[in-house]
């Protein structure tokens, strides 16, 4: 079921994305806008000011460019850090830290003159160009966000190269969601916003966990588009730990669960792409790969105990055991299963391949790729029941 389900999927996928290729030409912009950049900031000091830096080098005109940072209550030296860029005209605001980097964006809503508004993490850094890319999509007045293409910055350890993958194929189904008019996060590495949809229909959901769900939901609800920008890159440091990829992770799962559940009325056919295919199959692929995880983690227990016990009772003589699983007769038995599974790979390598084409990556994907089909697919069962557990027994998310 996994492997149909996967294969379905993704030539379903790959079809749209070259049924649509027409959508990759550059939008040249009518004009330039007044665009206001929120930074929010907590404890980023040793980030932060490549952020500003990838800011203030943005091919953009000077005085349409609006860079707000907001220290949320830093207790390290980013208010510092922050406030020797002002004499280069970034404006520099403190606040005391009340949870949530919603808190802080809708503080830096309130500072914004700018007719688009959008967000940089404080440990993500912009291409020049990315921002002139985008603005052209707002030419068409039912674009309510664009969102760019975001990358893991310097993959130095082996999580972060499985990351790197991750993020790679999800530069391929954020533009494929985007020909289905199904884009469901606005991320928050420097997507951009028409800033009267806040001014209108209220600012970020504070306390939200993932509030950059809650926003692209409502943005669908309200029936406006979502664009997305795939040769605009956004970088961003991806963690070097499993303790904090699975915090983050944590917050992230548990987040859009929350958020789908308020926004429950979108799923069925009135939402079309979103509510009838997209949504409902991020709870399959879940569910599916819970499955998996957990029959492999049962038949690996089994067979490790069966193996136990034949061996002990012939004295642990290996000799017999690795003549009966010789490699001559696992490479023999591929059997139609075996061989849809490897397809269903190559579709997965060919997003990443057309991901890196069209959003002009460089950098090489080849061994990650392998390490990512090897182990991704554990992780992310494993956060998901992770997730699950956090949800149904109300247990509490640390930031």
């Known amino acids: 079921m996994v492997v149909y389900f996967g294969l379905f999927t993704g030539i379903f996928f790959l079809v749209t994305f070259f049924e649509n290729m027409n959508g990759l030409k550059e939008r ?38 609006e860079i707000i940072v907001v220290d949320d209550g830093s207790k390290d030296k980013t208010l510092e850090i922050a406030k020797q860029f002002e004499r280069k005209g970034v404006k520099v605001f403190t606040k005391a830290n009340q949870g949530g980097k919603g808190y802080a964006l809708n503080f830096g809503l309130t500072k914004c003159t700018g007719e688009l508004v959008g967000c940089l993490d404080a440990d993500s850094f912009v291409r020049s160009d990315a921002l002139k890319k985008m603005i052209g999509y707002f030419d068409d007045e039912r674009v309510m966000a664009v969102t760019p293409s975001i990358k893991v910055w310097k993959d130095k350890n082996l999580l972060q190269k499985i990351q790197r993958v991750e ?10 969601f985007s020909y289905l008019d199904s884009i469901h996060v606005t991320p928050g590495p420097f997507t951009i ?15 939200n966990l993932t509030e950059d769900i809650e926003v692209a939901l409502r943005i669908q609800r309200y029936g406006f588009r979502i664009e997305n920008c795939m040769d605009a890159n956004v970088y961003t440091v991806g963690p070097r730990t499993l ?15 929350e958020n789908v559940l308020n926004y429950r009325d979108l799923f069925g056919l009135k939402q079309g792409n979103l509510g009838l295919l997209i949504l409902p199959g991020a709870f399959i692929s879940v569910a599916l790969s819970i499955i998996l995880f957990s ?27 690795l003549a009966r699983n010789s490699l001559d007769n696992t490479l023999i038995d591929l059997n139609p299963l075996r061989l849809l599974a490897f397809f269903s790979l190559l579709l997965g390598l060919t997003m990443v391949l057309i991901s890196k084409k069209y959003s002009n990556e460089d950098s090489k994907v080849g061994v990650s790729y392998f390490a990512y089909i090897a182990i991704y697919w554990l992780l ?16 509490r998310i640390a930031w």
């Open 28 to 65: 040249q912009a009518r004009g330039f806008p007044r665009v206001s950049i929120i930074v929010p900031a907590y404890n980023e000091e040793n980030t932060l000011k490549g952020t500003i830096y990838s800011l203030l080098n943005l091919n953009y005109p000077k005085d349409k460019i």
């Open 167 to 176: 993020y790679m194929m999800g530069v391929f189904l954020r533009k494929t």
């Open 193 to 207: 916003y028409r800033k009267w949809f806040f001014d209108k229909y209220g600012g970020y959901d504070s306390g």
């Open 243 to 257: 303790k904090t990829l699975q915090r983050q992770r944590n917050r992230w799962y548990v987040g859009f669960l």
């Open 295 to 321: 029959y492999t983690i049962i038949r690996w227990t089994i067979n490790s105990i069966d193996g136990f016990l034949n061996l002990s009772s012939v004295g642990f003589d290996f000799y017999p055991f």
């Open 380 to 395: 992310f069962a494993f956060w998901w029941i992770v997730a699950v557990n956090i949800k149904l027994f109300k247990r």
